[in-house]
């Protein structure tokens, strides 16, 4: 992926819950979006905006969080035409919410929306064709995907829509995940296709695999739900 050129790009992560946070600018307009800001990172965000003299104009989620509670109001509060940004699907209240197949404009930047459910309904892959890339929440991590037993989340439907969305782009396509728990900042789509221990399996083995993980609920999921439904943290 080149990152250099027209296009400015951030990796950023929060230790706390795992969670990888991407800004994405364009270096002739300076016009740039920022995906899954957390709360506690929104000042870090904030400030690197600014220091690169960028004009931040979409806060998007890929979905809505149960371990972290958003920083997209924060962001909007201290970056003036900030939008907040996130799927029909997920019912959450926002400046802006997208369809499948929509296109986010921001400058020369072209994210290509793909609804991928199954960890939550509204989880949307973005996709960057331009440099081949994709954003995917918490649909396909390195190795792994999100969770499906809360939610509203399905496991037949995220497999299903990851192999149809994400694993069906081209093999060199390199693939940003929304959480990575090891240390792994990115994997590819041939990667994924060859090595991921759940989605090389039969959908009725994946199926299995999901229903039978017994993982604890999400420590934050009563807070952080219902404050990410509106996109962050709701004024005083």
């Known amino acids: 992926m080149a990152i250099g050129g027209p296009f400015i790009f951030r990796q950023l992560f929060d230790a706390k819950s795992f969670t990888y ?105 973005f996709v960057l064709h331009s440099v081949g890339a994709a954003f995917t929440g918490d649909a396909l991590f390195v190795r792994g995907c999100g969770r499906t037993d809360f939610q509203e989340g399905s496991a037949e439907q995220l497999y299903d829509s990851v192999h149809s969305k994400v694993l069906s782009l081209p093999r060199n396509y390199f693939l940003f995940p929304g959480h990575d728990y090891t240390g792994r900042m990115m994997t590819t789509v041939d990667e994924e296709r060859r090595l991921n221990p759940r989605f090389t399996k039969s959908k009725a083995e994946f199926i299995e695999i999901m229903n039978n993980l017994n993982l604890p609920r999400p420590k934050l999921m009563d807070h952080a739900e219902p404050l990410n439904m509106a996109c962050g943290v709701p004024n005083e």
């Not at 019912?91 to 929306?113: P, R, W, Y």
């Open 21 to 125: 946070t991407y800004l994405i600018g364009d270096a002739t307009s300076r016009e740039a979006l920022i995906i899954d800001p957390v709360l506690e990172k929104a000042e870090r965000d904030i400030d690197l905006v600014k220091e690169l003299d960028l004009r931040l104009l979409y806060a998007i989620n890929t979905h809505v969080h149960a371990d972290h509670v958003t920083g997209t109001r924060n962001l909007k509060q201290a970056i003036e035409g900030c939008q907040s940004v996130i799927s029909v699907l997920s019912k959450a209240k926002a400046d802006m919410v997208f369809n499948d197949g929509d296109i986010l404009h921001c400058g020369g930047i072209e994210l290509e929306c793909r609804s991928t459910p199954g960890h939550t309904p509204g989880c949307t892959t």
